[in-house]
């Protein structure tokens, strides 16, 4: 044997799972077809989001939350409904429910334990459906890693270059497995090709495929963590589900290219089984890069809820597709009401832009990323943060004017049609702005921004004070055309408990474990149909952490 366990991808739960394997004293090779200069995958690249429930940072900040808050929520927005002893739904509810403890347990002090600290100021993302019992966050739960994404990554990547230096891991970048070698009725190793070298691409940028060689190597087990299928478009749309409407001809994609579900066919041949297909999760605040490192590249917009959200032809979006509240619920109404458009619309005044909007990815966030307490309060004495301002001048989606009509000319003119009536979106502006003269009116969306303003977070850096979109004081308008930007695969490998990846008949399949969003991040669906937000980070974490320790468990 060559080692005693290969793990298939670099990404945070593939580190994770070497992580625990070297913790246990076993030998690892760890294969990614990417450089293994650049480890940590798209975890890398993230906002550095982590779901934690009745956290330190939490009650700081007087937040009351429970383990069954979170998993009433929870349940309410997974909507688990293909349950049976071999239903597709049967593991992901029991990774969910343990998930959701370990959020309110031991997580934190785990990750404490590692290095990882957070930001003070907890976010409240995916507000809801409106109702108690459906989906969203009852209370804020979004929890910013201190360096974001890299800071997340950074002591699973030292863990395992420790390993490298013990000798316990082998790296092998560039090397791309095609096959996953099946002995005597068990998984016992891998086959494929050894990719041409690339060293001056940059991390994310599409790399070689050129095949300079071939490899083989065995071990008495394989965990294969090789993420999703986000950059792959021609994937997405075939398992695009009905209940999303119709697939968008134009998608903005929010992972890199490296992405692309390369090794699902290698799984099912090994016999495996693939669950919850059609549950995936993709944004609608998209917009693409002023400077793209991958195909299409595009970045999200963590809005605050103030913004007017109008469709492509300027109808505002009804209760509770408003921002930062209901992302599928929002897709399903865009692309069923408006299928012939790929876009929609943020309305705000610059006030709005500078209080509200931020941007999702390490790179869109310096001050938090290189752990800069004087840049982050920096941040907020700015008009508006730089990242964003940067969008503004130099993105192809962001207008601005002292008028309405002004404003929706240049809507128009953007997309090249005139699709928005100024004098429809006049009469929205006019109707919203008089809600205003009371502390109490009958406009949803104006009602709920007082009430998040009464939590310490959003009334810090997350919710502007209300006021009249037609003040000038708070103008210019500013109007952003929104993408539908690819993200996350909901849906993959079923593993028990353990990470073992189980067959058509529910029995594992000797040898093989997967874990991280290959495997649905734990079941083949942990999520169900949507996710809570900052759960992708801490689903990698935790199955990898099963994983890496199932492997050492039956390998020693």
Not at 87 to 94: A, F, N, Y
Not at 323 to 338: E, V
Not at 350 to 361: Q, R, V
Not at 435 to 464: F, H, P
Request: charged share 20%; proline share 5%; aromatic share 8%.
């Amino acid at each position: 044997m060559d080692a005693d366990v290969i793990v298939v991808g670099a990404g945070l739960s593939g580190l994770v799972a070497t992580s625990e394997l070297v913790a246990a004293g076993r030998r690892v090779i760890l294969v990614d077809q990417e450089s293994t200069a650049h480890l940590g995958g798209q975890a890398w690249w993230s906002f550095g989001g982590l779901f934690l429930v009745d956290s330190p940072e939490q009650r700081r900040m007087g937040i009351k939350d429970s383990l069954d808050l979170a998993w009433q929520d929870w349940q309410g927005s997974a909507g688990f409904d293909r349950e049976g002893p071999v239903g597709e739904d049967h593991w992901g509810r029991q990774w969910a429910e343990g998930y959701v403890a370990w959020a309110a347990g031991e997580k934190r002090a785990w990750l404490r334990g590692k290095g990882i600290s957070f930001f003070p100021v907890v976010g409240w993302a995916e507000r809801g459906d409106g109702t108690a019992t459906g989906h969203g966050n009852s209370v804020p739960r979004f929890h910013i890693t201190w360096g974001t994404g890299p800071g997340v990554v950074e002591p699973f990547e030292r863990e395992v270059r420790e390993g490298v230096a013990a000798g316990l891991v082998q790296l092998r970048g560039r090397h791309r497995v095609t096959e996953l070698v099946l002995s005597d009725g068990a998984i016992t190793g891998v086959r494929g090709a050894v990719l041409a070298d690339d060293p001056t691409v940059q991390r994310g940028a599409p790399s070689s495929r050129e095949e300079v060689g071939e490899f083989e190597l065995s071990a008495q087990a394989v965990i294969v963590t090789s993420g999703g299928i986000g950059a792959n478009h021609a994937l997405i749309r075939r398992f695009w589900p009905d209940r999303l409407g119709t697939p968008p001809a134009d998608l903005v994609t929010g992972v890199p290219a490296y992405v692309d579900g390369s090794m699902l066919e290698e799984i099912v041949a090994a016999g495996a089984r693939l669950v919850n297909r059609d549950r995936m999760w993709h944004y609608v605040e998209g917009l693409p890069n002023h400077s793209p490192v991958w195909p299409g590249h595009g970045i999200r917009i963590l809005p605050g809820p103030s913004s007017l959200w109008l469709d492509a032809t300027g109808r505002r979006l009804p209760t509770p597709y408003l921002p930062g509240f209901d992302t599928l619920g929002t897709l399903a109404h865009l692309r069923t009401t408006a299928p012939e458009h790929d876009h929609s619309w943020f309305i705000a005044t610059h006030t709005i832009l500078g209080k509200e909007y931020a941007l999702s990815g390490c790179e869109q966030n310096p001050d938090l990323t290189g752990k800069s307490v004087r840049d982050v309060l920096g941040r907020a004495r700015t008009d508006v943060p730089a990242p964003v301002q940067a969008f503004v001048d130099h993105g192809a989606d962001v207008v601005e004017a002292s008028t309405v009509e002004e404003l929706v000319a240049k809507m128009n003119a953007l997309v090249g049609a005139d699709l928005v009536d100024a004098r429809g979106v006049r009469d929205l502006v006019l109707a919203r702005d008089r809600e205003l003269m009371n502390d109490y009116g009958k406009d949803v969306q104006t009602a709920l921004v007082r009430a998040a303003r009464r939590s310490r977070g959003d009334r810090l850096i997350r919710t502007a004070t209300p006021h009249r979109f037609l003040d000038p004081k708070h103008g210019p308008l500013v109007a952003i055309r929104l993408r539908v930007l690819t993200r996350k695969t909901l849906g993959g490998v079923q593993t028990d408990l353990h990470s073992r990846a189980l067959g058509a008949d529910g029995s594992p399949v000797p040898g093989l474990y997967a874990a991280g969003e290959v495997a649905g991040f734990g079941g083949g669906g942990v999520h169900g149909y949507r996710s809570l937000e900052g759960t992708f980070l801490g689903g990698c974490l935790f199955s990898g952490r099963a994983a890496g320790r199932a492997a050492a468990a039956a390998t020693r």
